[in-house]
């Protein structure tokens, strides 16, 4: 190979470490622009529906106004009795599990109680607070109310009871892993529409 010709090789070799280089700067550059921390889980925009509500069969002891825009599911667990339900919200991936069960004695609904209690309590662990409020509904019923804030499973449970002849439970679940605190639109919707059930409930049996 003679001198130019060499010259020629060694500028182009040159000129091509150059290329090289600068595709390895931008890309360390652009490396450095960009954020590997983790994300938290995101939660899609919630549509909230304006509340609208229907009553429930009558093929139930109980009725009360739930949504339209939800859907009305037997209870398919385990442990599931008669008359159980669960109230589905697919636009917001919610449920309300309806518990309810006839009081034959002051004793049994006793022990209808001190569960709910405990069923309420479980979620001491993760829950920060745990608010309850006792209350009448326009229909003379006495509600227990509790509110659980934190991270826990369930953000709104309910007893509903005559003291005599019903007793009826309620719980609020949401399918999804996200944060509470991103779902805070979601549950105060919830809450609402379960303040509607509750205060429209009335018993069918005597």
Known sequence: MNLPQKNIFTNLLKRKDLIFLGIGLCLIFTSCQQDYSPKPLGYNRLNLPVPSYQSLPDSLPYTFEYSVHAKLLDDTSAISERFWIEIYYPGIKSNVHITYKSIPSKTVLKEFLDDAYTLTSKHQIKAYAINEVITKTPHGK????????????????????????????????????????????AIEYMKKDIMHMINTLEWKTN
Do not use: W
């Not at 369930?154 to 002849?165: L, N």
């Open 142 to 185: 006495t509600a227990v109310i509790a509110e659980l804030e934190g991270e826990v499973p369930s953000q709104f449970q309910f007893t509903v009871t005559d003291s005599a002849k019903n007793f009826l439970r309620g719980a609020l679940y949401f399918n999804t892993k996200v944060a509470n605190d991103s779902l805070a639109p």
